[in-house]
């Protein structure tokens, strides 16, 4: 079955980095588009930033850009995304997911997802 395994997560302060990573395994990775959504206790689940199958597109919210990067790597079955300068504003828990559709950035576009994990900035 399709699984999607997010790690990475914890607890930084602001200003700082961390690297998520998102396994995949069940179908083809490079056949679907990847992406990274985040949500904070009491709000929505919100769009981060989806990449293409090949890799050579992206895209990232504005809230995040400049900051944030998604990349993946389809011999790893691997999507990442680098986060940097985080601020409190960041914390929330981190999803990954996959598309067979278009670059909707709808959640309602993605088909499978991971479990989350938890990013954590402190003041």
């Known amino acids: 079955q399709v699984q999607l395994v997010e790690s990475g997560g914890g607890l930084v302060q602001a200003g700082g980095s961390l690297r998520l990573s998102c396994a995949a395994s069940g179908r083809t990775f490079s056949s679907y588009i990847m992406g990274w959504f985040r949500q904070a206790p009491g709000k929505e689940r919100e769009f981060v930033a989806h990449?293409?199958?090949?890799?050579?597109?992206?895209d990232h919210a504005d809230s995040v850009k400049g900051r944030f990067t998604i990349s993946r790597d389809n011999a790893k079955n691997t999507v990442y995304l680098q986060m940097n300068s985080l601020k409190p504003e960041d914390t929330a828990v981190y999803y990954c997911?996959?598309?067979?559709?278009?670059?909707?950035?709808?959640?309602?576009?993605?088909?499978?997802w991971g479990q989350g994990t938890q990013v954590t900035v402190s003041t």
């Open positions: 997911a996959d598309s067979s559709g278009g670059y909707d950035t709808g959640p309602r576009n993605y088909d499978y």
């Open positions: 990449i293409s199958r090949g890799g050579g597109y992206a």
